[in-house]
């Protein structure tokens, strides 16, 4: 901890780097990731266990100032659980005030509604075999905005049908973009997309390029 940061004025950040998107709208894009440090929940598949303790005390000038030197102007708020940081608000009204396109990456299972205007949120909601569904705050769908995306990870068919569902009855496709995507190495692509198209499912297959690019456990890509 760096006590001489106001607490008000500081985030505890895991890692920044710019890549490529590797998922969603923007998949495939240059991006500046700037991943907070922390969760609120422990999902059965997640990638970034990494990011739930340690951490370095950040001033939030500083991740400004460091975001903006890549010279690449979408930067995506990442973690663990960005919103479980209330700086992480401060931060991205810097960011916006700064010209960026802010992409929140959030589970869902915080309220959404602090966050600022024209900040574009992926939702991130979670099945059952995630082992968080009692987490999903159901009341979040109904703050989104046709920028916005929900996205649903499968771990299995039930997984799916869950989604399927869930999208199906929340009337969802009219709400924002759907993205369906296989928990790696747990579904095959190939099977989830025999799935969708059985169904007739309105929502994009998304597969993590960056694992297709890199190792899927390299850090900082």
């Known amino acids: 901890m760096n006590p001489t940061i106001p607490i008000d004025e500081r985030l505890r950040i895991t890692e920044m780097y710019a890549s490529i998107q590797?998922?969603?709208?923007?998949?495939?894009?240059?991006?500046?990731?700037?991943?907070?440090?922390?969760?609120?929940?422990?999902?059965?598949w997640c990638d970034s266990e990494y990011t739930?303790?340690?951490?370095?005390?950040?001033?939030?000038?500083?991740?400004?100032?460091?975001?903006?030197?890549?010279?690449?102007?979408?930067?995506?708020?990442?973690?663990?659980?960005?919103?479980?940081?209330?700086?992480?608000?401060?931060?991205?009204e810097r960011l916006l005030d700064n010209g960026c396109t802010i992409l929140l990456e959030t589970s869902g299972s915080i309220d959404i509604q602090p966050v600022p205007d024209g900040v574009h949120v992926v939702l991130d909601l979670k099945p059952p075999d995630s082992g968080e569904e009692e987490s999903n705050l159901w009341e979040n769908l109904d703050h989104l905005s046709p920028t916005?995306?929900?996205?649903?990870?499968?771990?299995s068919r039930g997984d799916y049908e869950w989604s399927r569902d869930v999208i199906q009855e929340r009337n969802l496709a009219s709400r924002c973009a759907l993205?369906?995507?296989?928990?790696?190495?747990?579904?095959?692509?190939?099977?989830?997309?025999?799935?969708?198209?059985?169904?007739?499912l309105d929502a994009r297959?998304?597969?993590?390029?960056?694992?297709?690019?890199w190792p899927p456990d390299t850090r900082g890509v």
């Open 22 to 44: 590797g998922e969603g709208r923007h998949a495939g894009d240059l991006c500046v990731f700037v991943r907070l440090t922390g969760c609120n929940l422990r999902c059965t």
């Open 148 to 155: 916005d995306e929900v996205k649903f990870v499968v771990a």
């Open 52 to 92: 739930f303790t340690g951490g370095d005390q950040i001033s939030i000038d500083r991740v400004v100032e460091r975001a903006l030197s890549f010279g690449i102007t979408l930067v995506q708020i990442t973690g663990g659980e960005p919103l479980a940081q209330r700086q992480c608000i401060p931060l991205m």
């Open 205 to 213: 297959l998304q597969l993590q390029i960056h694992k297709v690019i």
């Open 179 to 200: 993205l369906i995507s296989p928990a790696w190495g747990l579904v095959d692509p190939a099977d989830l997309v025999g799935w969708m198209l059985k169904d007739r």
